[in-house]
């Protein structure tokens, strides 16, 4: 469902799109969701690099919620991407079990799941790699990743 919408910046109208789309947390869906994001922003002309920003960024967004959201369950994860002007703005949601302490799961190297064998950088990547994040979860109401990313002007 794609739906176009004008709104005023500055007195200046100012085009955005907005897409949601959402998937079974299977982890065969982890590339569908990035090159959704991805296939999304084309419009803008965006460099390579960017691209692969954003499908990084969606595609860590994306297992955290397959892996740690709902581990072994099967659950819905939503995705809703938005362009306003040059921003992508991409939302990642589930329903999973949430986060307890968001500032510790979002340090270097912490992972829930050590037995697993995960390097615990999903978040560190999104920060890198995307202008700005916001992590929202509490335990038994899921978490809602918001990330940003401002493409360059193109030449």
Known sequence: MIMENIDKINGKNINYNRMCVEFSSKSENESFARIVA?????????????IEDIKTAVSEAVTNSIIHGY???????????VLKGREVTIKIKDKGVGIANVEQAMQP???????????????SFMEIFMDSLEVDSAPGNGTTVLMKKNLRKPD
């Open 38 to 50: 991805a296939a999304f922003v084309t419009r803008l002309d965006p460099t390579l690099e960017e």
């Open 71 to 81: 581990g072994t369950d099967e659950g819905i994860i939503e995705m809703e991407c």
């Open 109 to 123: 190297l912490y992972t829930s799941k050590p037995e697993e064998e995960r390097s615990g950088m999903g978040f």
